[in-house]
Structure formats: C-alpha cells, structure tokens
C-alpha cells in the first residue's frame, strides 16, 4: 500500500506529509482496511484556506473519498478523515464481508469516454453552458445497493452501473430532498 502526499500549487513540507501518513495509517489500523493507496492532496484557495482531498482505493472499482477546508492544514487532514471514518461506519461490514470479495457477478468494467460538446452559434448565451469531459469513467457490475454505498463513499451525486440482477444500465443518486433516486429503464410500468 502506498501513501502519496502531493499538493496543488503549494509546497507540502516534511512535516505535514508525515503527519498526514501517520494520521491515513492510524484510521487505515482502526478500521482494518485493505486498502491499495490512498492520495492526499492539499490545495490551497483564494482566501487563504487550505483544502485537503483524500481518496482510499479499495480495489474493484471501490472508492472513498472525502474532503475538507479548514485554515489550518492540521485540521483539514483531521476534519476529512473524519468523513471518512464515518463513511467507514456506515458501511463497516459490507466493506469488510468475504462475499464483496468474492460476489457472484463479475467484477467487469466497462470504460465509457465522456466528451466535451461545444455551444452552437446560437447557444452563446451565458444561460448555456459549456459541457466539459474530465476524466474517462468505468461502469461497473453492481447490485442496486452496492451502487448507493459507493456513491455515498465518492461523495459522488450520480453513480452510473450495470444492475447485476438483470444486466441493463442503470442510474442512482442523490434528490433534493435528501433520499436516493433509482432510475431502472428495464422496469415497465402497469
């Protein structure tokens, strides 16, 4: 397993990066989990705030990711691991369960290309915005409920996978009013 420490436009001197390695080792011990690495990567933003983004990989696709902006940097790596201490939590035994390791449906990816769609001549109204692609994304086989826990753990609004019960893509996320959405295209209605 391997630490990184980096940071965005700032030098991170030795003593932060210890501390936040001996911090990431102390909830990695607590919680007993297998983790492949994790990244921590400080920034720091136009009001002088530091802002720290740490992520676990977990291995098939599984990741956890919390952030936090704080004035001090010392409590910016501790506020994030909180989140996700409390992440680790919620989900403690269905992270640590034998059958994630061994789940019935396989563990096949499949790795979508997103795209940057340009405006039209006539869309170059500032109520129109540009569509930016970030990065290329994987959809994963996963039961509806696998999908939730890991789109809560990337603090991600939308989790995009391949339902194992019946094979169709399928969408979660999170509503407005706070509880999950489940869009399922194979479900017909009466």
């Not at 390695?21 to 720091?44: C, G, N, P, S, W």
């Amino acid at each position: 397993m391997s630490i990184i420490v980096t940071g965005k436009q700032i030098e991170v001197g030795d003593s932060l990066k210890e501390f936040a390695i001996a911090e990431v080792q102390t909830v990695l011990t607590r919680y007993m989990l297998d983790v492949h690495d994790v990244t921590v990567t400080f920034t720091k933003d136009a009001h002088h705030h530091f802002k720290v983004d740490i992520t676990l990989n977990l291995g098939h696709g599984l990741l956890i990711h919390a952030e936090s902006i704080e004035v001090d940097a010392y409590q910016c790596i501790g506020h994030a691991l909180g989140k996700i201490e409390s992440q680790v939590r919620r989900y403690r035994s269905r992270l640590r369960s034998k059958k994630r390791n061994h789940d019935d449906h396989e563990h096949r990816a499949e790795r979508v290309q997103k795209f940057v769609i340009k405006a039209q001549e006539e869309d170059t109204q500032d109520d129109n915005p540009l569509i930016i692609a970030e990065t290329v994304s994987e959809i994963h086989t996963l039961s509806v409920g696998d999908a939730v826990m890991q789109m809560d753990l990337s603090v991600s609004p939308v989790m995009i996978f391949r339902n194992a019960a019946n094979g169709e893509v399928n969408v979660v996320f999170k509503r407005p009013d706070g509880h999950i959405g489940w869009v399922d295209p194979s479900l017909k209605l009466a």
